[in-house]
């Protein structure tokens, strides 16, 4: 008699050869198992590709995924348990991240809303080369009932379900409609997962009926295997050109972007600009680099960047971008780089990004190429002027962050000096979280990095909700360090259900609650387009009908609490140090909350330095919107094409 319990071996029938062994399985569980045995490796360092997964359960995975997690066991495929769905897309891109993309998790969903839920978080890690695995469930294949709970019927095509939403999100995407075409299909996510170039999301749709359907699968399927991380190096024409190009550049500049933290090129880039003292800029995804207190770092470009940074890209002949995909916040919309011969030397492992802005391509890994250019480059170095003009400026900023920190003790704090309170505190260890709202502003101008992996700032898909579950994942991959997720009061109505996953998971992350009663970022440029701030303060209706009554009693510290978070509350600026320094001895994870006052532009942070385009109306009757084009006007007249 054959035995059909899972997991029983089975010896087939070959016409030549060996017998072939099999192992009896359902999809889910072979998927499960499958997973488990998938390494990546970069450098002879070895990991799961996918080290746990993440799940909802309803009707739509319970008996599928669900019923294989439980026969694999937490060993070999450990669970975490979310309690919505976006939420845990971030918890897995903030492991991504912090695991240099070399391991990953998995999330797991139900059918119909479960599943949508996903695409947010499936489109903040494509668009931030972030590897997630994602494992849907989808309606039944074999169309048994037709429609199901939760189906979505379209009718121009059978074949469509909810999921469809997730391939413009997804580097890759199946839906496995037979047990046996999971093969291909598994091998293929992981291809797409492991390679630097194409990483992201990658969604395997996986019907109910599916997963639960039984299969003698190829016991080769679940040998274990490696994928290797490749180190690409440039073509030596390409090389010899840019050598040439920096060689004979008078003020070139460096954008250092989030490739050089994923191909592992801090110290490469570093010995670079030892080497020649060429002065570095970085991008949001590249901020940290190197830290700030490095000669050469002149802190962040673009809209948000610093005056040094972005008075050096508007005179620099030369720029060498490095894993940076030039977004309009590093280019100013097109109106930063302004000199009238500048040239772009872009070192990029995607080719789409290395031929951007008309450059001259090195479409390789940054690490070797750095490597390779500081050799070449041995004994040029830039100016004495233009080296000593820039670290004059850099020192000059450095004076107007301390002035933007510094704040009277006994008074509510603005939000820089909240800023500056954490980073008095805060060593190399410290990990620092945040993704949307006016936070990223004022980070990306003001924070003193201490490490390369300090500053984890998510402004690819600048999602709010993103950092209270990225922190979670975050302190997964990096366990005993401080990890502190930077919130806003509308960012953390957006998503806090992961706070109750932290205190479940006994998980010590730090969580500062910035209370300014609306959405301030949005509100300022409101006001700075015209708009007048409209909608965007969280207050009663006027007898107008405006929301600019009274502030709502909203007690978010109150909200954090019921959660299971251990809350401290702070009125002045003292208050705040203490309270930061409580929660970073704290074993359990803690919230710091504080009201913050308006900064005046006198002792707040610095206005943009560069500007970024919003369109404004071109026609209006109100003053602020007709005032409000002709600056816009003024500022998109000083748009370049590089061609």
Known sequence: MTDRRAGSDHVGERLDGPPARTRHLTTAQALVA?????????????????????????????????????????????????????????AAVGYARQSGRLSAHAVTTSIG??????????????????????????????????????????P???????????????????????????????????????DPELTGAVTLALPQDVQAQAYDWPEEFFAER????????????????AVAAVRAAHRPLIVAGGGVRHSGAQDALRAFADTTGIPVASTQAGKGVLPYDHPADVGGIGHTGTATADGLARAADLVIGVGTRYTDFTTASGTLFQHPGVRFVNI???????????????????????????????????????????????AEWEVRVTAAYTGSEDAAPTQAQVLGALDALVTGDDIVINAAGSLPGDLHQLWRTRSADQY??????????????????????????????LVGDGT???????????????????????????YASIGGLSESVGAERFGTAYRFRAPDGTYTGDPLPVDLAANAASL???????????????????????????????????????????????????PVAETATRPSAVGAREEYDRQVAARRRHL
């Open 456 to 485: 984890h700032v998510e402004y690819g898909y600048s999602c709010m909700g993103y950092e209270i579950p990225a922190a979670i994942g975050v302190q997964l991959a990096a366990p005993g360090r401080p990890v502190w997720a």
């Open 492 to 518: 953390y109505l957006m998503n806090p259900t992961e706070i109750v996953t932290a205190v479940q998971e006994r998980l010590p992350v730090n969580v500062v609650v910035l209370q300014n009663h609306g």
């Open 348 to 394: 990029n492992i995607a080719g789409s990004d290395a031929y951007k802005l008309s450059a001259l391509p090195l479409v390789a890994d940054a690490r070797a190429t750095l490597e390779r250019l500081t050799g070449a480059l041995t004994g040029h170095r830039v100016s004495e002027a233009y080296e000593g003009a820039y670290r004059a400026a850099k």
């Open 156 to 194: 121009y095509a059978g074949d469509v379900s909810v999921n469809d939403c997730l391939r413009p999100v997804s580097k890759y995407f199946d839906r496995i409609t037979r047990p046996e075409a999971l093969i291909p299909a598994a091998l293929a996510a992981m291809r797409v997962l492991a």
């Open 113 to 154: 809303p479960g599943a949508t839920n996903l695409v947010t978080g499936a489109a903040l890690a494509s668009v931030n080369h972030l590897p997630v695995l994602l494992l849907p469930g989808d309606v039944f294949a074999a169309r048994p009932a037709d429609p199901v709970l939760q189906q979505l019927e379209v």
């Open 564 to 614: 299971g978070l251990t809350v401290l509350r702070a009125k002045t600026l003292r208050d705040l140090r203490e309270a930061l320094a409580a929660a970073r001895a704290s074993d359990r994870p803690t919230c710091v909350y504080v009201e913050t006052e308006t900064a005046d532009t006198v002792s707040g942070p610095p206005r943009p330095q560069a500007w970024w385009d919003v």
């Open 226 to 241: 490696v994928w290797r991380v490749p180190v690409r190096r440039p073509d030596a024409t390409e090389f010899a050109d």
């Open 34 to 90: 499958f997973l488990a045995r998938q390494y990546t490796e970069r450098d002879g360092r070895r990991q799961r590709l996918i080290a746990a997964t993440w799940g909802i359960f309803g009707h739509g995975n319970v008996a599928g995924i669900g019923q294989a997690l439980i026969e694999s066991g937490q060993d070999a495929m450990p669970y975490h348990q979310g309690r919505n769905e976006q939420a845990m897309v971030h």
